[in-house]
């Protein structure tokens, strides 16, 4: 895939902004390098998007929510049905399932118009026409972004999977082996935690999307959190000790799934139980790397037979609050979980590597408001049938994720890096 580079000039007024803007972008355009125009069409699911989509809708977002709300005309108007995602407020939106029959624009169409939306954001920057509102919706396309960037990754991966051939999306991505590490546990105890993030933006001006806030204050009972995720090895043993055979594990409605589906390993895995389908192509399964690739039923069915169980997002955030943001992140290049660990001692791989499914709701927080406007669809009209998520993961860039972060699927997931740590009650 070719495109040319994304050029915002830098200026002593938005040099920050512009600087971000320029690498957030370019990145996106460096992922999806290796897919050939084809790769790039391709949705093999309906939950997911194809490469070429992504790209335009992202795109899409920054001309709808700064470039026009800043009285700039629409560059394609007909093109907003086709590249709006879900945002009712803005007007109608082409199916999500079906995505990949956008044959036209082609993908150079859709590469010259992210060079043009660049070039004009770029230029407003420059001039320092973008009044504060207008920066603070660039400033939430930005992390809007770097969400799509890990899923450009995932459905990619899921479309090359699908493909009989089974190609590697790149075949040179490193692949250092996994070194093993005793579990254990790490106690805890009773708390009145303050968990989330202050309202953004505010007086505080790190980011957190608005399903993170207002802070509030929970009560945690005494619990304790396993030292590391679960591993491939570990969730092996359950896989040959008939964990997919045994519906006393599992949730009724994974229960269901399992046998509707015919699920009798994590997503990617080869019959063998030995190799496993990775971003590099076909790879033997690393035994001491996390588990991926896990919906939330297969994750709480493991917990269950593990005599523990998932942890609650509060306890989550409360004991990953002061540790470093040191994980396994897209940035490092490896795009699969494992190697090296990057901070020994304590709890470890809390960030990067594997989203860790918890037992929490995705349900908004005591006070929780939206964003005005139509970005408020952004995040809150799904907060039902959704499971949260934590941590972050091998496909995440590491600046776009926090303790706070909530990501959130629905349980039967599978084609995100979902993993899972253990929980459980004191001894």
């Not at 879900?86 to 399932?97: A, T």
């Not at 207008?134 to 969400?147: D, K, N, P, S, T």
């Not at 593990?306 to 955030?317: I, K, M, S, Y």
Request: proline share 8%; charged share 20%; aromatic share 12%.
């Amino acid at each position: 895939m070719s495109a040319a580079a994304t050029t915002v000039p830098a200026t002593p007024g938005n040099a920050g902004l512009a600087s971000d803007y320029r690498r957030i972008r370019q990145r996106t355009l460096d992922l999806a390098a290796p897919l050939s125009a084809e790769d790039a069409m391709v949705q093999s699911m309906p939950a997911a998007s194809p490469a070429k989509w992504h790209l335009a809708h992202t795109t899409w977002f920054f001309e709808r929510f700064v470039l026009r709300e800043a009285g700039e005309a629409a560059m394609h108007p007909d093109w907003d049905r086709l590249f709006n995602s879900y945002y009712h407020g803005l007007g109608g939106f082409h199916p999500r399932q079906q995505r990949g029959l956008l044959s036209r624009p082609s993908l150079q169409q859709v590469l010259d118009y992210r060079a043009a939306v660049d070039e004009r954001i770029g230029e407003a920057l420059d001039r320092g026409a973008l009044e504060a509102e207008a920066c603070q919706r660039l400033v939430l396309g930005l992390h809007h972004e770097q969400q799509h960037q890990e899923l450009l990754l995932t459905d990619a991966k899921h479309a090359l999977w699908s493909n009989p051939l089974q190609p590697a999306y790149d075949p040179g991505l490193a692949c250092g082996p996994t070194p093993a590490a005793g579990q254990g546990w790490h106690a805890f105890g009773e708390a009145l935690a303050t968990v989330g993030a202050a309202p953004w933006p505010g007086e505080d001006e790190a980011f957190a999307y608005d399903n993170e806030s207002p802070p509030h204050r929970v009560f945690l009972a005494p619990y304790r959190l396993a030292r590391r995720p679960v591993s491939n090895a570990e969730y092996r043993d359950f896989i040959r000790d008939g964990g997919y055979r045994c519906p006393q594990l599992w949730l009724s409605d994974g229960w269901d799934r399992v046998q509707a589906e015919e699920w009798s390993r994590p997503l990617y895995w080869a019959p063998g139980l030995e190799a496993e389908f990775t971003l590099a192509g076909t790879r033997a399964l690393d035994p001491h790397a996390p588990v991926v690739h896990l919906s939330a039923y297969e994750a709480d069915a493991f917990a269950r037979w593990a005599g523990a169980r998932l942890p609650t997002e509060f306890e989550w955030e409360h004991a990953a609050r002061e540790l470093p943001l040191d994980g396994n992140f897209a940035d490092q290049g490896r795009l699969h979980p494992g190697g090296p660990v990057p901070r020994e001692g304590g709890l470890e791989r809390m960030f990067g590597d594997a989203w860790e499914w918890t037992s929490s709701s995705y349900a908004a927080y005591p006070g929780f408001r939206t964003l005005p406007g139509a970005a408020g669809e952004y995040n809150g009209k799904f907060m039902s049938g959704q499971l949260v998520l934590r941590g972050g993961s091998c496909a995440t860039p590491r600046r776009h994720v926090r303790a706070s972060y909530r990501n959130f699927f629905p349980p039967w997931t599978r084609w995100q890096f979902g993993g899972l740590r253990l929980a459980a009650d004191p001894a």
